[in-house]
């Protein structure tokens, strides 16, 4: 396929994703759109999990690195922290919430994202058969009942694939994204050499 072909592919990909759009009502536009943020929330979740995964094991090699830093002393001492033992507890203990809420918002974006791709498939199954049940008798006779009905489980099953692979293809963005953007922020040389090579 030559890069011509791949533009057309691309432009078709996006006039029918448009089509599709415009043909929800707005409550699923609503959802749509709760979802996206809900997108965001998670990759924010998702990355933020993995960025302190590298400071929570450093916190367990050398705490003594850490218990120098003046954020980390301004933290301990509000929290009335003193000896190791309980500096260590805490840590575990905030990087344990962190990845089970990363991983709470994961799950309901799961399924909120699911009931979504459903719903909208539902919709436009709704729409096709309103389509078929107003044409005229000779429409079937011309196509055939059986070729029709087949016709509309293939498209709706396609459509399903595609709502969602579009759904969680931008969600990969999204993740991958804020992930790369910590990662640039805790260590930009090494992050940078790894993207680059």
């Excluded at 979802?35 to 995964?53: C, D, G, K, N, V």
């Excluded at 003594?64 to 922290?81: A, C």
């Excluded at 991983?103 to 919709?123: A, F, M, Q, R, W």
């Excluded at 963005?173 to 640039?184: H, P, R, V």
Aim: hydrophobic share 50%.
């Amino acid at each position: 396929m030559n890069i011509n072909n791949n533009n057309k592919y691309t432009y078709s990909i996006l006039i029918i994703l448009k089509r599709v759009i415009g043909h929800l009502d707005i409550g699923r536009k609503k959802q749509l759109s709760f979802l996206l943020i809900l997108t965001i929330f998670t990759s924010l979740a998702e990355s933020i999990s993995i960025a302190m995964l590298v400071p929570f094991i450093s916190f367990f090699i050398n705490p003594d690195l850490y218990l120098f830093n003046n954020f980390f002393n301004t933290i301990f001492e509000f929290l009335k922290i003193n000896n190791n033992k309980e500096i260590l507890a805490t840590v575990s203990f905030f990087f344990g919430f962190i990845v089970i809420i990363s991983g709470y918002v994961k799950l309901k974006y799961i399924k909120i994202s699911n009931e979504l791709t459903e719903n909208i498939t539902s919709d436009f199954q709704i729409k096709m058969f309103k389509f078929l049940i107003n044409q005229d008798f000779s429409y079937y006779s011309k196509h055939g009942s059986n070729k029709i009905l087949s016709n509309i489980a293939q498209k709706s099953s396609a459509f399903t694939t595609a709502v969602f692979a579009l759904v969680n293809i931008l969600n990969s963005i999204f993740i991958t994204s804020a992930i790369i953007a910590i990662l640039i922020f805790n260590e930009t040389f090494y992050t940078l050499i790894i993207i680059l090579n």
